[in-house]
């Protein structure tokens, strides 16, 4: 006697859909961003990932509002699944872009301000004298753009500097820059050896925009040890707070990474210790797969990008790195 059919809904028989629109809900937090990746309906997904739930016997996320988490059971099962989901979703690119030649193509990258004037004109002076026939887009976004653009695919990857990194990004860090003070040339603090955060307190500032990495880091620094300070000026850009540093509006606290070139009309000096290094690195999303084009460009900025990453007890950079750069034998610390 022949077997009966099966008659159960298609979504129930496909596995693999299932733990994808999991994953994909897991990583965005939310049924309907979820939804709009996989570019499906909401409730496609919800029947998707209620139908693993009824086959595995488990609940998988906890829902509260329009926001939802994993359960430990959903944690355990994320664990194991995303990478499954990540190389099958990878393998039509993989194979595709292998064929392709490295000198066709397109390139997209994402950066914020810093990155795009002081970072990235080296390297991409470089990659495109050797690839001259890779288009080359690059977009110059804020750090909310940035993170919308990586889960959306609509960059190859992002360089920046960021506090907060969503679990669904992945980032590696490559620079590390210090902070400094920077003053007119006639300033009282222009003429100090040693700055303390006695002397950073009720200083006028001039300021970037507030949601800026670097300056969420100093008004941190400034929390955390009580220093009192005034906005003077909020401008919309590095290059702008110099500028107006120079016309003496104020002083400001800066990366390094800014103080690259010589600038007229500023004094550097060194702050306390208590500020720590920002790291810049090159982010993106979990699962991408990268173009040879993208490997190529990471890998022009450093050499070790896609080897295991190691932390080091030494920390040392006396091999003749560039200024900045993180040696693979160590990370410092965001």
């Known amino acids: ?17 299932q733990l994808r629109a999991f994953c994909f809900t897991a990583e965005a937090g939310s049924i309907s961003r979820a939804a709009e990746r996989l570019d499906v309906t909401q409730p496609s997904v919800s029947l998707q990932v209620q139908a693993l739930e009824r086959d595995l016997g488990i609940t998988l996320f906890e829902r509260r509002g329009p926001r939802i988490r994993l359960t430990p059971d959903g944690e355990a099962l994320y664990a194991e699944a995303h990478k499954l989901v990540e190389a099958i979703d990878g393998l039509a690119g993989r194979f595709a872009e292998g ?3 490295l000198d066709s193509g397109r390139l997209d990258i994402g950066a914020g301000e810093s990155s795009t004037l002081y970072l990235l004109p080296p390297i991409l002076e470089r990659f495109m004298d050797q690839h001259p026939n890779v288009q080359v887009r690059l977009h110059h976004l804020s750090v909310g753009e ?11 990857f992002a360089v920046g500097a960021i506090l907060d990194m969503p679990d669904e990004l992945r980032y590696r860090a490559i620079y590390s820059y210090g902070l400094s003070l920077i003053t007119p040339p006639d ?3 222009a003429r100090r050896d040693v700055i303390t955060m006695r002397d950073l307190a009720g200083q006028d500032y001039i300021i970037p925009p507030q ?9 941190l620094v400034f929390q955390q040890h009580a220093v009192r300070y005034r906005v003077r000026l909020e401008v919309g850009s590095w290059e702008a707070v110099k500028r107006y ?12 990474v800014c103080l690259a070139e010589d600038y007229p009309g500023i004094v550097v000096r060194s702050l306390p210790e208590v500020f720590p290094k920002r790291t810049y690195g090159a982010m993106s999303r979990q699962g991408r797969f990268l173009s040879p084009q993208a490997r190529r460009f990471l890998e022009m900025m ?8 190691t932390v080091s007890a030494s920390r040392g950079r006396g091999r003749g790195e560039r200024p900045g750069f993180i040696a693979a034998d160590g990370v ?3």
């Not at 016309?247 to 400001?252: I, K, S």
Request: glycine residues 4%; hydrophobic residues 40%; proline residues 9%.
């Open 99 to 101: 064929n392709r030649p």
């Open 187 to 189: 300033h009282p603090l």
């Open 146 to 156: 940035l993170m919308d653009a990586l889960r959306q695919d609509q960059v190859d």
């Open 332 to 334: 410092d610390a965001v």
């Open 1 to 17: 006697m022949a077997a009966p059919l099966n008659t159960a809904p298609n979504y129930r028989q496909d596995r693999l859909r």
């Open 211 to 219: 949601n800026m990495t670097t300056w969420r880091l100093i008004k």
């Open 245 to 256: 540093v120079g016309l003496g509006f104020g002083v400001a606290i800066v990366s390094n």
């Open 302 to 309: 450093r050499p070790d990008f896609f080897e295991p990453e």
